[in-house]
Structure formats: structure tokens, C-alpha cells
């Protein structure tokens, strides 16, 4: 079964750091473009970073460029998300997602960990 | 970034139905669009990627139409399990970008 599980969300203070996690199981992982999107709480859905399968392109919304880092380990079959200086408006759930072989749209998707920026 | 205008927002519409949702994008995007549904509680499903091309597994009465600015998603006729949010996604250029989603209700 082909399977994107997240992890590491939780509460934060503003300025603060988290690491997402998301394993991927029952495909060629490798293969893959990942993706990161986020819903924040009342609000639609936001493609927030991207990356390529050998890790050598990413790609970020402008919101996140200079705070958040995209990554990979194929060898673990997990993509990351490193975020730092974390604002309120980070406030959402984090959604790791596999993009398909015939365009860039994600065609998969993980069940998404929250992460909620507050005082 | 480009902006992707989805309407309308909400719909009622009762089962057998022909539905019809259009997203509008605030630049050409040739034919780099998807379509998403999404049930409450569960992970998106792709229907139709490049604006036109159902993704596998995905019954035939949905169908994606447009290219450039202007696209639609239509349901041909209504089925119980088709009552849910739908949104478009361009993925034309970075930052990809959605549309805020079409949540059809049963009349």
C-alpha cells in the first residue's frame, strides 16, 4: 500500500524551530518528487516547498524562502521540513505529499501533523 | 504569484445532477491544472490532471475542460459519494497555487 505517514508537528513559541517528518512506504520513493502543503486553521490549502528526487531542485513558496529548508533521505525513504523562526501565521497542518510521474500535482497525500505557533 | 479564482464557493445540487465548477486563473497556465476532491476527514484525491486527463481509477463522469486562464470540472451526473469539496491546482509555475475550494452539498 502506498503510504505517506507525517510527524513532529506540535506547539511551538513564535521565533521557534520544528522538524517534519514524513516516511513514505510502498513505492519507488526514490523516483519522487515531494511536496510540502499546509492548511491554515478556516483557510484553503497552500503549496508551501517542494523537492526533486536526487534532492539536487527545491522550491518554495515566498512566505516560507529564508526560513524553511526542504529535504530528503532516499535511503530512509523520508522527506523533511525544517522550519525555523516560526510565526503565528505558520499556524496550520503540514501535509507531505508524492507528486505524480506525469505532471508536478501531488497525487498523493499524508494524513498531515499540526503545528501551531503560539505563546 | 498566479491567482486561481474558483467558483462558486458552495453548490447544492441533488444526485443525477450535471454540476459544473470553473477556476479561473489570473494568467495563462496552458493546460497545467489539476482537480481535487476531498471528503471531510480524508486525504485528497486527484481526478484530472494537464486540465483534461482523468487520473487512473477515477470514474468517467467527471471530466476537466480549459486551457489558458479558464477551466471547469464537471460532473455529468451526481452520484451520493460525489457530495464533497472540490478545488483546482496549478502547477504551471512555482509557487503552485489553489483555488479556495467548492463545497458541494445535497439539495
Known amino acids: 500500500e502506498v503510504q505517506l505517514v507525517e510527524s513532529g508537528g506540535g506547539l511551538v513559541q513564535p521565533g521557534g524551530s520544528l522538524r517534519l517528518s514524513c516516511e513514505a512506504s510502498?513505492?519507488?520513493?526514490?523516483?519522487?518528487?515531494m511536496s510540502w502543503v499546509r492548511q491554515a486553521p478556516g483557510k484553503g490549502r497552500e503549496w508551501v516547498a517542494n523537492?526533486?528526487?536526487?534532492?539536487?531542485?527545491?522550491f518554495y513558496v515566498d512566505s516560507v524562502k529564508g526560513r524553511f529548508t526542504i529535504s530528503r533521505d532516499n535511503a530512509k525513504m523520508s522527506v523533511y521540513l525544517q522550519m525555523n523562526s516560526l510565526r503565528a501565521e505558520d499556524t496550520a497542518v503540514y501535509y507531505c505529499a508524492r507528486e505524480t510521474k506525469d505532471s508536478s500535482l501531488p497525487d498523493v497525500w499524508g494524513q498531515g501533523t499540526t503545528v501551531t505557533v503560539s505563546s | 504569484a498566479i491567482q486561481m479564482t474558483q467558483s462558486p464557493s458552495s453548490l447544492s445540487a441533488s444526485v443525477g445532477d450535471r454540476v459544473t465548477i470553473t477556476c479561473r486563473a489570473s494568467q495563462g497556465i496552458g493546460n497545467d491544472l489539476g482537480w481535487y476532491q476531498q471528503k471531510t476527514g480524508k486525504a485528497p484525491k486527484l481526478l484530472i490532471y494537464?486540465?483534461?486527463s482523468l487520473q487512473s481509477g477515477v470514474p468517467s463522469r467527471f471530466s476537466g475542460s480549459g486551457s489558458g486562464t479558464d477551466f471547469t470540472l464537471t460532473i455529468s451526473s451526481l452520484q451520493p459519494e460525489d457530495f464533497a469539496t472540490y478545488y483546482c491546482?496549478?502547477?504551471?509555475?512555482?509557487?503552485?497555487?489553489f483555488g479556495q475550494g467548492t463545497k458541494l452539498e445535497i439539495k
Open positions: 491546482l496549478q502547477d504551471y509555475n512555482y509557487p503552485f497555487t
Open positions: 510502498g513505492f519507488s520513493f526514490s523516483k519522487y518528487w
Open positions: 494537464a486540465a483534461s
Open positions: 523537492i526533486k528526487e536526487d534532492g539536487g531542485e527545491k
